[in-house]
């Protein structure tokens, strides 16, 4: 049995509907929310520039407050402060996620052991205000940060102190929420089997026209074991995961998302493709009439070009692959403890030329839920993901880690003629890659190929053969040949 050292918490969100509300409460609720969407933004303006990096979230009342009081408004002052907080601990996420990309260009643009400590004085630096001192950190953060902005005008935030629970039924559960007079609670009946407590948001989905509340379910904790086998996940399209030791999870998550986002409708071809060219016609039409016969236009505006439809067959397909990808994660930990290694696929796919059908399935390809399913599945089993850097994880063959070798399909085929599943030799190379002390999680594409250069060389050099004649033999693919590694490599032969 391994040893415990420590535990983590087992965290989810909860979604439930409002089903019992009046109607001078839902006004009261929807007042409130547009006055709080105000305080929301001019905390965001006030906020979220660079001039608050750092910012204390706790600290971020009396800087809004002395612009903005909650009696200009007739707001309650408890429910200002919980809105500005709210604000403030979105605009420090931010921060962390520009600070991380930053990081990022500094690894690329510092790479090398030598160049260490010049890495490290950047990432404190960027901690505090002190990075406006520094012209190519200030560069860099003023390219990644965007100062934020908020229109959101549909949500309440309470803190435990600003309501009260009680059950009614087994799925039923009352609230009375902080209203806007002094001891007046506003009362909705909301349908949930969990205990209701900590930090709540009230939301309006204006897509379902309800009421829906929010909040955080804790499932308990799970114990971290010191000891952890390590996994390489390749992420891909026609399977979600396939992982080093060659099991799928999520088969046919492919044909799903193609079938989403084609619906093939016979016998024209794409739905979608052709939904949009009678849309784009209807809207020219409608463009023509509204001189000409304006009632017809009117109706064509109000019948035909709304996306009421749309939109909640969207809602549905996206609701199904999440729940896939969500299947595909359990399945892979299936409550083990691991130690994950997994492509980082963060940057977005540029400088590729393609077919607005593949473009279309590119961007159904949901890559983020894919990560965001694998950390949640991770924190719930005690489990770490490493992500490591992805390029030319496919096209390596994971037998002798070079670049011997072609991928057509799912197959990929070896120098020798031996035939390897794709997945399964690319998930090995991204569980090797873990390890690697050459390749870095931030180093470029061309980096990464030099690398790899080197290290087929060698194993040729061992065989008795050199680049050109594994380009010859048809072993190495000859776009490497136009990389400045490549000639370098020659040369020194």
Known sequence: MPRKVGATKRISTQVVPVIGVTESVELELLSTMRKLGIVRSE??????????????????????????????????????????????????AQQAACIEAVVKKIYRRFSGKENQNKRKEYATLLLTLAFLENTLLHRLVRKE?????????????????????????RNTYQLELAGLRRGKRNRIVVRSNRKIKGQIRLIYNQLLQRFEVHFMVDH??????????????????????????????????????TKKSVRVAWPFGHRICRKNRNRGKLWALHRKLEKIDPAKSA?????????KTENRRYRQDQSELTAMIGAASKSLFNG?????????????????????????????????????????????????VTEVQPSYTSQIDSRNGTLLGKRTGDNF?????????????????????????????????????????????????????????AVELGWLDCKHTKTQAFKQLLKGI
């Open 43 to 92: 905390s965001y303006n006030k906020l979220g520039s660079i001039n608050h990096w750092g910012l204390d979230w706790k600290k971020a009342y009396p800087e809004v407050r002395s612009f903005r009081t909650p009696e200009s408004l007739g707001l309650p002052s408890k429910l200002a402060e919980w809105t500005v907080s709210d604000v403030a601990k979105a605009i420090t």
């Open 336 to 384: 083990e403890s691991l130690k994950v290694f997994a492509e980082d696929l963060t940057r977005p796919i540029r400088n590729k030329r393609q077919s607005k059908a593949v473009s279309r399935k590119l961007n159904s390809w949901m890559k983020g839920i894919m990560r965001d399913s694998l950390q949640k599945w991770a924190n719930w089993t005690g489990s770490v």
């Open 413 to 469: 085929t070896g120098f020798d003629g031996v035939v390897l599943q794709a997945d399964h030799n690319a998930a090995k190379n991204i569980l090797a890659r873990g390890t690697d002390k050459e390749i870095t999680r931030y180093m470029s594409r061309a980096e990464v190929q030099a690398v790899l250069l080197r290290r087929t060389a060698r194993y040729l050099e061992g065989m008795g053969l050199s680049l050109i004649d």
């Open 145 to 169: 940060f965007q100062r934020g902005h908020s229109w959101i005008k549909n949500q309440i935030v309470y803190q435990q102190g600003g309501y009260k629970g009680k059950r009614l039924s």
């Open 299 to 307: 109706r064509i505006l109000e019948n035909n070009l709304t996306r």
């Open 220 to 257: 308990g904790t799970v114990g971290i074991t010191s000891e952890r086998r390590s996994v390489g996940v390749d992420k891909g399209y026609t399977e979600a995961f396939y992982d080093s030791e060659g099991q799928a999870h999520g088969k046919g998550l492919g044909k799903v998302t």
